[in-house]
């Protein structure tokens, strides 16, 4: 009972928070700093969150009503940024163990061990969710890029925050490159002003509706400040939202080129 407790409690904080957040972009904002572009902001954003290579160990849990209690789900991720390439392997639970995606820009890969069969995910169902999860294919895999298929534009500033972790944020909005291949018609960006730390996301479709929002809390600093916990909560699936929470995280270290390989994905060990 006690953890129902909680799931329904982090859920409510979630959805009071991006409510919260959200109600800044009406609010009145401050103009933004001179000298400092927009796309300037979301390149700090980028290097601080994924930097050139990231490695990160996680337990990701999915709340829904129709699952009698929250799915959870550890994975390990590599993430090779300049190579656009990552490799993600599924730990736990048993029957999905040994699982495995690669992306090898444009093309990406699903171990499926139990029926021992690698098929290739087309670019139709990026979107489609991951692991079901309320994160999507695209999310985890990083296929798409919010700097390189997005032109960025200020909002402005806020100077007093709804968010616990900052004291004040810049709002940047995301509006998609003609030909990029996304499907959302913007991305508004929550951004510490202090640390360059991403805040919170809120993800809008071609006619401005807001159908998802993607919050981060529990920040650490392993020589930048990296939130721990992020929270997906799509706005049309009431009491749904997935959580992913970081056990452990490495930046910028060197891997070899054998971990990004199909042959790779069947293995069963860490590389």
Do not use: C
Not at 43 to 48: A, F, L, P
Not at 125 to 130: A, D, E, I, N, V
Not at 180 to 190: D, E, F, L, N, R
Request: charged content about 30%; overall charge negative.
């Amino acid at each position: 009972m006690k953890r129902r407790s909680r799931m329904t409690q982090r859920i409510l904080l979630a959805a009071l928070l991006a409510v919260g957040l959200a109600s800044t972009a009406q609010a009145e904002l401050e103009a933004p700093p001179e000298g400092l572009t927009a796309r300037a902001v979301a390149e700090r954003v980028e290097n601080v969150f994924r930097g050139d290579t990231s490695y990160f160990e996680a337990t990701m849990i999915v709340h829904s009503p129709r699952l009698p209690e929250p799915r959870r789900v550890g994975f390990q991720s590599w993430d090779d940024r300049p190579n656009k390439r990552s490799f993600i392997r599924i730990t736990a639970p048993p029957k999905d163990k040994g699982m495995a995606f690669l992306k090898l820009h444009p093309n990406l890969w699903n171990y499926i061990p139990r029926v021992e069969r690698t098929v290739r995910i087309p670019p139709s169902m990026m979107l489609q969710s991951w692991m079901g999860s309320d994160f999507s294919n695209d999310d985890l895999v990083r296929e798409s890029s919010q700097l390189d298929d997005y032109h960025h534009r200020w909002l402005g500033v806020d100077p007093d925050p709804e968010h616990p972790e900052s004291e004040r944020a810049y709002l940047i909005e995301y509006i998609p490159n003609e030909d990029a291949p996304v499907v959302w018609g913007k991305i508004v960006a929550t951004i510490d002003a202090a640390r360059f730390a991403p805040l919170l996301q809120e993800f809008y479709d071609e006619d401005g509706e807001k159908l998802r929002v993607l919050s981060y809390e529990d920040f650490a600093t392993e020589g930048r400040p990296y939130p721990h916990r992020w929270s997906m909560t799509p706005l049309d699936k009431e009491g749904h939202q997935t959580a992913v929470e970081i056990d452990v995280i490495r930046f910028d270290e060197a891997y070899p080129d054998t971990l990004f390989t199909k042959r790779n994905l069947t293995r069963r060990d860490a590389r």
